[in-house]
């Protein structure tokens, strides 16, 4: 005769291993629609994505509009991925809670919009690598507060970019009002893309500084913009030389290219000298055979 213990413990076991499959989060797709996000018959499969409890709501075509009557959970590993169309709030001033979770914007647009802040923690995640992303308010570039990468499209941040820890642009574009310093020991490590300063006026572009910079790296193709900017006021607020745009970790003006453009200045890198007369040097050398040879 079998002990009822056993039994009861397999029993037991047994459920231990079914309990994850039944509770398995999903990867739920927006219908394409224009209508509320909180609607189930706009989803795909009848159901709003549980994005609290690590389901992915996945975004690739139409517009979503979010009027929350809570906050937005994005936790245990959940995620917001918008491929395209458009992602919303709108209506209320509900947070947008990314603790433990991921916006991914690889196309589309997504729009902070009515939402009064966007709550991180260390295990967070947002990329964009496509499309077009819209944040109110200051976005802080922080390790507590998880991961931001750009590699493609275009942030657009309404107040302050600051970089409290160390942030690397190598594609795309970012847009600001301020980049400021002042928070953190952060710099800005500038290999390529856009970075275009909207509110020169405010603080001139930058605020803070101290050993803290934007950094042109050796071979950036970075493009940095200041609106509303002349160059007058560029040489005047003296961000060349008094360490606030850097090349390579030195402060070095004559590395550095700025022409007025579009209303406002644009500020590159100058091809490095070497370089180009290495190549002068080589065309001389080959000219000159070619020469001999013709005689």
């Known amino acids: 005769m079998k002990s009822p213990c056993l039994s009861s413990v397999r029993f037991a076991l047994l459920l231990s291993f079914l309990a994850p499959a039944s509770l398995q989060a999903a990867t739920v797709v927006w219908g394409g629609s224009t209508g509320d996000y909180v609607t189930p018959g706009n989803w795909v499969d ?3 994505p549980d994005t ?9 075509s139409g517009n979503a509009t979010y009027s929350p009557g809570s906050d937005l959970a994005i936790h245990n590993g959940g995620a917001l991925v918008i491929n395209g169309g458009s992602w919303s709030q709108a209506g209320g001033d509900a947070w947008i809670q990314l603790s433990g979770g991921a916006l ?6 997504f729009n902070h919009g009515s939402s009064s802040n966007i709550v991180r923690n260390a295990s967070s995640s ?3 690598s496509a499309g077009v992303a819209n944040f109110n308010g200051d976005f802080r570039n922080e390790a507590a507060l998880g991961t931001f990468a750009i590699t493609g499209g275009t ?3 309404a107040y302050e970019f600051k970089p409290i820890t160390s942030f690397t642009m190598s594609a795309g574009t970012l847009t600001a009002s301020v980049i400021s310093f002042a928070d953190g020991p952060g710099s800005i490590d500038f290999t390529g893309g856009t970075i275009s300063v909207e509110g020169a006026s ?4 930058f605020y803070g500084g101290g050993t803290q910079s934007l950094n042109f790296s050796t071979g950036s193709t970075g493009s940095l913009f200041f609106r509303n900017y002349s160059l007058g006021e560029l040489t005047t607020d003296e961000f060349l030389i008094n360490g606030t745009i850097r090349w390579n970790g030195t402060i070095a003006p004559s590395s550095f290219s700025a022409v007025e453009s579009d209303g406002g200045v644009l500020v590159t890198i100058v091809p490095e000298a070497s370089t180009t ?3 002068l040097a080589g ?5 000159m055979r070619r020469r001999r040879r013709a005689h």
């Open 52 to 60: 609290a409890n690590g389901d992915t709501a996945v975004i690739n």
């Open 126 to 128: 947002i990329t964009v």
């Open 283 to 287: 065309m001389g050398a080959l000219l």
């Open 202 to 205: 405010f603080y001139n572009g």
């Open 104 to 109: 991914t914007v690889a196309g589309g647009t």
């Open 155 to 157: 942030v657009n941040i």
């Open 277 to 279: 007369l290495t190549w």
């Open 46 to 48: 009848g159901a709003v």
